[in-house]
């Protein structure tokens, strides 16, 4: 399997095109929750990080250390076996396009900010202390995840 590609400035178009394909009527091959509740947990990961939503901290020593984090990134994710915490699953706020919308704003917000700074550090309740460019793909390994689920 490719690597996933960050969520950067030069990786955006291709984002917003894969998560434009996800309609009402996409079939989920994995995990629980509908297309707009799917846009809303991305947006919620987006702002612990954009500051937006103070997460609770609930990473341990283990996942903590440079070699956890790497593995993060290296290692496939299980498909419907890890329920997120409540607090990254808030209710949408509306409609399937309302939260792309939304989700789409929060990509320029985050985009913007690693092209300021990306070797700033931002705290992950998992993975405590990273960068922004750590965090880009992050990101771009969760938006994979989530584009799988869909089947795009």
Known sequence: MPKPRPLTRENLTFW???LG???EASERRFGSMTPPAMFRHLRRTLETV?????????GIFLTRNAAFRALFLAMP??????????????AADGDLEHERAQLFAAFERFVALHEKNPMATVRNPLLGDVTFDYNS????KHLEHHCEQFGV
Do not use: H, S
């Open 16 to 18: 917003k095109e894969r």
């Open 21 to 23: 394909r996800i309609t």
């Open 50 to 58: 954009l500051g937006d939503f103070p997460p609770p901290e609930f």
């Open 137 to 140: 793909r992050l990101q771009g």
């Open 77 to 90: 994710w299980p498909k419907g076996k890890v329920k997120a915490p409540d607090w990254m699953t808030p």
